[in-house]
């Protein structure tokens, strides 16, 4: 590192380390100040049930707000500087508590009842939306429609913009109820529709940067893989490895109930490091960790410890949702933009209108074909889950990524549109989604109809299948024997990994499904 001995220019002239310390405080306390304010806001909104203000649109707002008054007056740059939205400390910090109580949780019954159409909606479509916005921003240059990029910058920026963040929708269905497998779809679907949409975002960025375009697509389909399978893997035994420490070491005493909630709490953030370390995504793998944690890990603590591990890391999801959208709103007002390709902008939103549309009504159509007719996903559910596709901090943040990737011009461009788009589903159509849904008629009943197909003992039974002579089509098939592993699955699991990995009898089991399944308020949603 070189030093220059003359002196620096005045704006360069570091400050004091008194009013550096100051400055600190200040924007801490700003930071604390805007979080109670949206914690408080939030809790009026939903008393008086207001919907068209949610909560996630009101922490947007306020710091959208915060920030402009920020931007337009002489506020120090020493203070401004702890609003900057780091995509590391978003990645590191505030995402892996907000994912990995998305996976714990997860309510098993609706989650493994439909286990087969929220991955097929959060893999299979969520790779169609990617790909079909993609192409569509890419065609759309090639006809002067809009600003132009290379292909993979725009698979780039299909495979981020494909991340939904259904925050509005799922706390409204949690005020208003609703059908509990609807429910379980959005949830389900947003929670696994994350780690697919980094996923695909960080293939597409790493096959760019390679120019052999003979091996392209296969570099996509095998490096995909690669992260995504090993990232599984990774949550899995991370998870797997838990249950059995807690299972065999004997810590559910009382005088070990420290040691015992905080083992449980550090081995999330263990199984994100861990992958993040092997070049995998820790997204996927804390996802999978608390997935297997609740499943298995969470029945071998103390009543005392579960209590607690519920209400903390609900607590702490809490926190970060919130913070991410107050911190998300400053720094877009903060932030320079690029306004001057307000085409791309506006054909990239009715191009993830229309991916959004082929994403849903082609997977719901593909569930439907295994399905028995009692449980097929109805049209106005299909357009539930079409109008749930809102964009939120995982897309702002993977687009924040790409202006250091990709080139200046590129960049700025796709950050800007995410930016408007972010912004436009949060507040615009976040605020108008009550309004649609009951138009629907998937809320306000309080419809929360039981999962069939479970047993007394909560063992999945998959619907059984006549064998037509008019659905004998391979596809029709293939689905079918599909549909039937996962409670092949169901079964290996309440046979083999539940009394391997866990120490429960029946009377533990019905206190863990009695415990309040907290749900995100936001999800990444997500």
């Keep these: 590192m070189e030093f220059n001995m003359t002196a620096p220019p005045p704006e360069m002239v570091a400050p004091p380390p008194g009013k550096e310390q100051q400055a600190a405080g200040v924007g801490v306390l700003l930071q604390i100040s805007m979080l109670v304010l949206s ?26 707000i915060v920030g402009g008054l920020a931007n337009i007056s002489n506020t120090e740059t020493s203070t401004r500087t702890w609003f900057n939205f780091h995509e590391e400390f978003f990645f590191l ?36 939306a990617s790909i079909v ?9 090639l006809t002067f429609l809009m600003y132009k990029l290379p292909l993979f910058e725009c698979l780039m920026f299909g495979a981020l913009i494909s991340a939904t963040d259904p925050v509005t929708v799922l706390s409204i269905f949690q005020e208003l109820g609703t ?8 949830f389900g679907e ?21 120019a052999s375009s003979g091996e392209n697509f296969f570099m996509v389909i095998v490096q995909f893989l690669e992260t ?5 893997s990774s949550g899995v035994g991370v998870g797997f490895i838990s249950a ?5 070491a004997g810590l559910d005493v009382d005088n070990l109930q420290n040691l015992e909630c905080c083992l449980f709490v550090l081995f999330p953030y263990f199984s994100y490091m861990l992958a993040e370390g092997l070049g995998l995504s820790g997204i996927v793998s804390i996802l999978f960790t608390g997935i297997v944690m609740k499943h298995y890990t969470f029945s071998n603590l103390s009543e005392n410890s579960q209590r607690f591990a519920a209400a903390f890391f609900h607590l702490i999801s809490s926190l970060a949702e919130t913070f991410v959208f107050i911190y998300m709103g400053f720094d877009i007002a903060m932030e320079q933009h690029s306004w001057s390709h307000i085409g791309f902008i506006f054909f990239s939103i009715l191009f993830i209108v229309v991916a959004r549309a082929a994403n849903v009504f082609s997977c719901a159509y593909l569930v439907n074909l295994v399905r028995p007719a009692n449980r097929k996903i109805p049209l106005k559910h299909q357009k ?33 549109a995410t930016t408007a788009i972010v912004v436009l589903t949060v507040l615009l159509i976040g605020g108008s989604t009550g309004t649609m849904l009951e138009a629907l008629e998937v809320v306000g009943d309080n419809q929360n109809i039981p999962i069939d197909n479970y047993e007394e003992n909560n063992g999945y039974i998959a619907p059984s299948y006549e064998v037509g002579t008019s659905s004998g089509s391979r596809l029709k098939m293939k689905l079918k024997e599909f549909h039937k592993s996962t409670s092949s699955f169901t079964a290996l699991d309440k046979n083999y990994l539940t009394p391997f990995f866990t120490s429960q009898n029946e009377d533990e089991e019905d206190f863990a499904d009695d415990l309040p399944q907290n749900s995100r308020r936001g999800g990444f949603r997500h």
Excluded at 133 to 141: A, D, I, Q, S
Excluded at 179 to 186: C, E, P, T
Excluded at 244 to 248: A, E, G, T
């Design 39 to 64: 914690f408080v806001l939030g809790h009026v909104l939903r008393r008086h049930k207001f919907y068209y203000l949610p909560e996630a649109s009101a922490s947007l707002l306020i710091g959208l």
């Design 93 to 128: 910090f505030l995402l892996p508590p907000i994912i990995f109580q998305s996976g714990f949780s997860l309510a098993p019954k609706p989650f493994f009842s439909n286990f087969g159409a929220i991955v097929t909606f959060a893999i299979f479509g969520t790779f169609i």
């Design 133 to 141: 916005t993609g192409l569509l921003v890419y065609l759309g240059g």
């Design 179 to 186: 059908d509990m497998n609807l429910y379980a779809l959005v």
């Design 190 to 210: 947003s929670v696994l529709n994350d780690a697919m949409a980094i996923s695909l975002f960080r293939t597409m960025s790493s096959v760019r940067s390679h």
């Design 228 to 232: 995504f399978v090993g990232s599984l």
């Design 244 to 248: 059995l420490l807690f299972k065999y």
């Design 384 to 416: 539930a889950l079409w109008y749930s596709g809102l964009r939120g901090a995982m897309a702002f943040a993977l687009a924040l990524q790409s202006v250091h990737e990709l080139p200046e011009g590129h960049g700025k461009t796709i950050f800007t």
